[in-house]
């Protein structure tokens, strides 16, 4: 029952479920009738033999942690949904291109989270002549799909921060808040719905505004207990959550690196654990 809900349905109610069930229960009757069998048995292996394949390809994290690509949070009319936000760094003039069928508000909450990366270039570790030699192209895949709402602004950011800083993202977080300019995260709806996406993409840290803990009344306990809320009211704490340190280059091949003196690696140890 579970594999039917999960791969054959997307809604809020239970009429497709009982489509789906009663299609069962018309070709194993038909079966029977033509003497194929006396009884039949459903089970995961053959459940594709009565309802053909699947409709639904479950949620699922990205593989690896990435450079440009968030994982955030959405709601739909049939529940939450689990959604990735690309960004690419390319050749350019400054500009902000933004693809994937993007409403008005969340175009305004790109420019937003835009608008709070290109002010704090420093404090992001990001060349501030990369607003005007590079163009910054976002991209939220299924185009075909139309997206709105200001909630996917901390994950916007967190995917232009991390393309233009050159950091990668961690691949088991998900995170929804709307941005301000001063980078204050802001409180959003559906939370139950979004975070049960979450768990269904078996994400393990979840990043919500700290006005939403209050929401977290309605979200059951049992399932979340291996998963890590994590609740923010500026979009800083998100980048410190959800960034990884960027990569340090790597030697030349053939290089042998420096020898470093044993009171200088001391001295560096000690500081690394301060």
């Known amino acids: 029952m579970t594999a039917i809900i999960q791969q054959y349905t997307q809604e809020a109610g239970l009429r497709q479920l009982e489509r789906e069930i009663g299609t069962i229960c018309r070709k ?25 394949a699947p409709k639904i390809m479950p949620d699922e994290i990205l593989k690896k942690d990435q450079i440009g690509v ?5 709601w739909t009319a049939v529940g939450g949904d689990v959604l990735f936000i690309e960004a690419l760094r390319m050749k350019g003039k400054g500009n902000l291109v933004l693809t994937g069928q993007l409403g008005e508000v969340m175009r305004e909450s790109a420019q937003a989270a835009y608008s709070y990366a290109k002010s704090r270039a420093k404090e992001l570790e990001i060349n501030e002549d990369d607003f005007i030699n590079y163009d910054l192209h976002i991209h939220i895949p ?27 993202i961690r691949k088991d977080v998900a995170m929804t808040g ?17 975070v049960l ?29 291996d998963i890590q809320f994590v ?32 009171a200088a690696s001391g001295r560096s140890g000690k500081e690394a654990v301060l």
């Open 28 to 52: 194993v009757a038909r079966r029977i009738a033509e003497g194929h069998a006396a009884s039949a048995r459903v089970t995961l292996k053959n459940l594709h033999e009565f309802l053909r």
């Open 70 to 74: 968030a994982t955030g949070l959405a």
């Open 142 to 168: 299924e185009g075909a799909i139309p997206k709105d709402g200001p909630s996917a602004g901390i994950t916007l950011a967190t995917a232009m921060v991390s393309a233009l800083s050159q950091r990668a």
């Open 178 to 194: 709307e941005i301000t300019l001063r980078g204050n995260v802001l409180p959003v709806g559906g939370v139950k719905e979004k």
């Open 197 to 225: 996406a979450a768990r269904r993409a078996r994400v393990n840290t979840i990043i919500l505004p700290q006005q939403n803990r209050r929401d977290m009344d309605e979200v059951p306990k049992e399932p979340f207990k």
């Open 231 to 262: 609740f923010v009211d500026n979009v800083r704490q998100v980048f410190r959550e959800a960034l990884k340190e960027k990569a340090a280059p790597q030697a030349p091949s053939g290089t042998r690196p420096a020898r470093v003196p044993q």
